[in-house]
Nanobody, 114 residues
Framework: QVQFVESGGGLVQPGGSLRLSCAGS????????MGWYRQAPGKQRELVAR???????NYADSVKGRFTISRDNAKNTVDLQMNSLKPEDTGVYYC????????WGQGTQVTVSS
C-alpha cells in the first residue's frame, strides 16, 4: 500500500515562503497523478495544486501565481514551493494522488501569522 510522508511545514510570517516535500513509497509512484491538498481549521480538505495526466499543472485560484508544484520521480518526491504566504494559507498540508486514495498521511502544519 502506498504511503505518503509530508514535511517542511512551520510557522512563517505573512509574505514569507516555505517549501513542502512529500515522499512516496512504492515502485509505481511515478505513475500517479499527484497533488497537494490542505485543510484549514474548521474547513474541509481542498485541493490546492496538482499535476495533470499530461504532466502540466493546475492550481486553485487562491494560490495561483504563488505556489508551484514539482516532482522528482527518481526520488519519489513531490514538492510544493509556497511564496507570498497569507494567513489564509494556514492549515495542514497533505500530498496524495489525484483523485485521492482514501488513506492519508499525517500531513504537515503550516501556520502563517505575524
Amino acid at each position: 500500500q502506498v504511503q505518503f510522508v509530508e514535511s517542511g511545514g512551520g510557522l512563517v510570517q505573512p509574505g514569507g515562503s516555505l517549501r513542502l516535500s512529500c515522499a512516496g513509497s512504492g515502485s509505481i509512484f511515478s505513475r500517479y497523478v499527484m497533488g497537494w491538498y490542505r485543510q484549514a481549521p474548521g474547513k474541509q480538505r481542498e485541493l490546492v495544486a496538482r499535476f495533470t495526466a499530461g504532466g502540466s499543472t493546475n492550481y486553485a485560484d487562491s494560490v495561483k501565481g504563488r505556489f508551484t508544484i514539482s516532482r522528482d520521480n527518481a526520488k519519489n518526491t513531490v514538492d510544493l514551493q509556497m511564496n507570498s504566504l497569507k494567513p489564509e494559507d494556514t492549515g495542514v498540508y497533505y500530498c496524495n494522488r489525484f483523485p485521492s486514495f482514501t488513506s492519508w498521511g499525517q500531513g504537515t502544519q503550516v501556520t502563517v501569522s505575524s
